[in-house]
């Protein structure tokens, strides 16, 4: 997904498979992905998000990507809901993304905004002790 997702992709970095590999071995980083299924049947894996442990209490959002065949769905923000009570949870106060703007990623551009992150410098931020709302329609496992 890393190599082929370009509309909603916050930073478009490209990484190998092996890259990947490395990163969910790496205790100072998170990988996960979103595998989404429907009333209509399994779409796969459509998501992925990079994150790395900066500190005991800052983690930095290296990489959140959603397939363009699901974006629109709430599918991204109940996978940023789920990074942040993760977060919440290991302690963490401050969670921060960045967008960079490519010719295809425009449908990304808002989302950090939306969601209520404030931007500092280069950087979105999130406190975690803000409210959000989780998409009720979604479970997330």
Same mark, same amino acid.
């Given at each position: 997904?890393?190599?082929?997702?370009?509309?909603?992709?916050?930073?478009?970095?490209?990484?190998?498979?092996?890259?990947?590999?490395?990163?969910?071995?790496?205790?100072?980083?998170?990988?996960?992905?979103?595998?989404?299924?429907? /009333?209509? @049947?399994?779409?796969?894996?459509? +998501?992925? &998000? !990079?994150?790395? =442990?900066? *500190?005991?209490?800052?983690?930095?959002?290296?990489?959140?990507?959603?397939?363009?065949?699901?974006?629109?769905?709430?599918?991204?923000?109940?996978?940023?809901?789920?990074?942040?009570?993760?977060?919440? /949870?290991? @302690?963490?106060?401050?969670?921060? +993304?960045? &967008? !960079?703007?490519? =010719?295809? *990623?425009?449908?990304?551009?808002?989302?950090?905004?939306?969601?209520?992150?404030?931007?500092?410098?280069?950087?979105?931020?999130?406190?975690?002790?803000?409210?959000?709302?989780?998409?009720?329609?979604?479970?997330?496992?």
């Amino acid at each position: 997904l890393t190599l082929k997702t370009n509309q909603f992709n916050l930073t478009t970095r490209r990484y190998q498979e092996e890259d990947i590999r490395k990163f969910a071995q790496n205790s100072e980083k998170i990988v996960g992905c979103a595998q989404i299924q429907d /009333k209509f @049947g399994d779409n796969g894996i459509t +998501g992925a &998000y !990079i994150i790395n =442990k900066d *500190n005991e209490q800052q983690w930095t959002i290296d990489t959140f990507l959603l397939s363009c065949r699901v974006i629109g769905r709430g599918i991204e923000d109940g996978v940023l809901c789920h990074i942040i009570e993760k977060a919440r /949870k290991d @302690g963490i106060s401050q969670v921060r +993304g960045e &967008y !960079i703007k490519t =010719k295809k *990623n425009q449908p990304a551009e808002n989302f950090f905004e939306n969601f209520g992150f404030k931007k500092e410098g280069d950087f979105w931020i999130f406190d975690t002790k803000n409210q959000f709302k989780r998409p009720e329609h979604l479970v997330i496992s």
